[in-house]
């Protein structure tokens, strides 16, 4: 019989997984926050840094999927293994955002970078998925209404009626040639 060293801790009433991918139990996680430091090379060689950015998340989450309910005890066979792993490749080829929800955090506007599904001979009818996810921005443009008045000095002058008087515009009767 297959063991996995893997902590059974769940929150009440939260689904673990990664978009419509849902786990029996969580094997493993990993939350990483990094920062970029700027760097700038001077005269004598020394390196002065002066800014910090916080990069996006990402991480990665490997979860077990038996074809019986580990939290239920629902002994009825289903053979969500073979499911679990149609909706998996089904994922990957959307190339589409996703929910990422692990027992620390839950992760909105994730996508998947990289999708691993073990099946060992041990393990019998379930599978273990492995994704590595990355959090992304979405931008929105937004569109502004800007509003002008121009307000003109002696619009009664010949001079002043004419945009520009110094433009030769050629005939304007209207018909172009």
């Not at 002065?48 to 074809?67: C, Y």
């Not at 580990?70 to 589409?96: C, H, M, P, V, Y």
Request: hydrophobic share 40%.
């Amino acid at each position: 019989m297959a063991s996995f060293r893997a902590a059974l801790f769940f929150k009440a009433n939260r689904k673990y997984g990664v978009g419509p991918i849902l786990f029996d139990l969580i094997l493993n996680e990993t939350h990483n926050f990094n920062n970029s430091i700027s760097q700038y090379n001077i005269e004598n060689g020394s390196i002065i840094s002066d800014h910090i950015r916080n990069e996006l998340p990402n991480g990665t989450v490997s979860g077990l999927i038996t074809n019986f309910s580990l939290k239920t005890g629902d002994n009825s066979f289903q053979d969500k293994s073979q499911i679990a792993f149609e909706l998996i490749e089904s994922l990957w080829r959307s190339k589409e955002l996703v929910t990422v929800i692990t027992f620390f955090k839950i992760y909105s506007n994730a996508l998947i970078s990289n999708i691993s599904i073990n099946k060992e001979f041990d393990t019998g009818i379930a599978l273990v998925a492995n994704f590595s996810f990355q959090v992304v921005n979405i931008v929105k443009l937004q569109q502004l209404v800007a509003e002008a008045s121009v307000n003109l000095e002696n619009m009664d002058s010949e001079q002043n009626k004419q945009s520009a008087i110094n433009i030769d515009v050629g005939k304007t009767n209207g018909v172009i040639r």
